[in-house]
């Protein structure tokens, strides 16, 4: 489906709104989650901390989201984290430069040139004011970072442009009181904050948005042991090459150069695999190296994990491998030392970051999910990540059948989300129920007042079985631990 129409159901169902949508003066940029929204949120931050915290025994911090200003000194934020952007002299609007020549020329454009190659370019394509068709001022860069002023005071600080810098600056504590050893990854799950020129397309660009980033910390000398890498050796990664995808397992990938090492396309994989269980369509799903000038101001490699929508390729997961440029600047501006033990000798660890954006990973894959079939919608969202899990109906409102369905609906609510409905036709019903991807859906008639079973329907293939009201549980349990949809 297309963006439109994920738009309508997000509006319409309760997944995500403007964030104070009721006054003219709301800024752009900003979103509110609705009751199914924050759910099916919560079950891909959980499927990400199954799929790749525990599974690779990863720890998990929760940092502040003001930080202080000396963070982004020695990160580099203050000084580099900014956008080239440009005014219309005729009506004041303001623009990302590089974007605004890629919709003129449909080529990409690097985030990170000089501001004179920029003006060159404008100039070269005649580019003019998408809004008014005025001539366009001088290019300048803009700091995307937000100010805020602490206590009475006023003490500079910032809200943080990206979770990571909080794993950054307790490194040294974290991997002395976890005992850590190298490779030591730590996770976290929290909101940043950037100050975008022109945020757009709801949650694809936030100024106000969730993260989900983890950091390894590692010894370059000595990447990942052996043991870890087996269990991708063979798996073959879609990486983009040239025009196209193509498969390449992930030993072949390292030794043919297109992955600078074993750890990276370790965790590249992990993540392919994390994206594949959330339901994302692999068809439409690809891992690209970035070029030198479209990399991060910290990166010395650096991968797109991109998925392809109705609004073109969207970037999900940035990850970089930051060198040790990120516990070098800490160390510098704090004096505090980051050095630590390994294989012997005192070392500052490097870094691989996996950041991904968690909003834009939502809406990627509400838009696969959702499809027009049969003269219903339905959102075929992988059964772990459903925000409702059980709809629970008496086949009519009358007789017993009400107070039948309710006493599942009790019952099942302790251990499932469930939702109870007993008004219009069941047609109706369900097709309210598959719109937002509930995976089944039990219903009550008149045989359950006699033989104690109910109907089972699934979401996908609509088809229905009779199944005993005791065994009911244990069923939705072994669809909900597992990853496909339940098989009739
Ligand atoms: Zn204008």
């Known amino acids: 489906m297309r963006y439109e129409d ?19 003066d709301a800024p752009a940029g900003f979103w509110d989650y609705g009751p199914l929204g924050v759910a099916l949120r919560n079950r891909f931050i959980d499927l990400w901390r199954r799929e790749l915290i525990r599974r690779d025994d990863m720890i998990e911090i929760d940092g502040s989201q003001i930080m202080s200003k000396s963070v982004f000194v020695a990160s580099g934020h203050l000084e580099s984290f900014a956008d080239p952007i440009v005014s219309c002299m005729k009506c004041r609007l303001t623009l990302r430069v590089d974007r605004l020549i890629s919709e003129k020329t449909g080529k990409i454009i690097p985030e ?15 580019v003019r004011c998408p809004r008014c068709g005025g001539g366009l001022g001088g290019v300048s ?72 980033e983890i950091e390894v910390f590692f010894n370059p000398k000595y990447a990942i042991d052996a043991q870890k890498f087996e269990e991708v050796r063979d798996y073959r990664l879609k990486l983009a090459l040239g025009e196209g995808v193509e498969e390449v397992s992930c030993i072949d990938a390292v030794e043919r150069g297109l992955i600078p090492n074993r750890l990276i396309s370790y965790y590249l994989a992990l993540i392919q695999q994390f994206y594949e269980k959330a339901g994302v369509d692999m068809g439409r799903f690809r891992v690209r190296r970035l070029g ?47 050095e630590v033990m390994d294989g012997g000798e005192k070392i500052i660890p490097h870094v691989f970051e996996l950041s991904m954006g968690v909003d834009r990973s939502i809406y990627c894959i509400m838009e696969h999910a959702y499809h027009r079939e049969d003269g219903r919608d339905v959102l075929k969202l ?14 009519v409102n009358r007789d017993e059948l009400p107070r039948k369905a309710r006493e599942i609906y009790n019952s099942l609510k302790k251990d499932f989300q469930a939702f109870y409905d007993e008004s219009g036709s069941i047609g109706r019903r369900y097709r309210r129920q598959d719109e937002i991807g509930v995976p089944v859906c039990v219903t009550v008639d008149y045989d359950t007042l006699r033989d104690d079973t109910v109907t089972l329907r699934d979401r996908d293939s609509m088809k229905q079985i009779r199944i005993d009201i005791p065994k009911l549980a244990s069923r939705l349990n072994d669809l909900y631990r597992g990853e496909d949809a339940l098989q009739l």
């Open 6 to 24: 994920v738009m309508r159901l997000a509006l319409e169902r309760g997944f995500y709104a403007p964030s104070c949508e009721i006054y003219s």
């Open 141 to 212: 860069m803009f700091n995307m970072m937000f100010k805020v002023r602490v206590g009475a005071g006023g003490e500079d600080a910032y809200l943080r442009p990206e979770t990571c810098q909080s794993i950054f600056v307790d490194f040294p504590r974290l991997f002395k009181v976890m005992r850590g050893k190298l490779p030591f990854p730590v996770a976290q799950f929290g909101k940043s904050f950037r100050n975008e020129i022109s945020p757009r397309q709801s949650l694809i660009r936030l100024r106000e948005f969730y993260q989900a």
């Open 112 to 126: 990170r040139m000089a501001v004179e190659d920029y003006d060159r370019l404008l100039k070269e394509h005649d």
């Open 382 to 395: 992988k059964p772990a990540l459903a925000p409702i899990q059980v709809g629970v109906f008496p086949l």
């Open 292 to 338: 030198e000038e479209e990399k991060a101001f910290y990166a010395e490699t650096a991968f797109d994990v991109e998925v392809e929508t109705s609004l073109g390729w969207i970037e999900l997961v940035a990850c970089n491998y930051r060198t040790d440029y990120d516990l070098k600047g800490h160390s510098r501006v704090s004096k505090e030392d980051m």
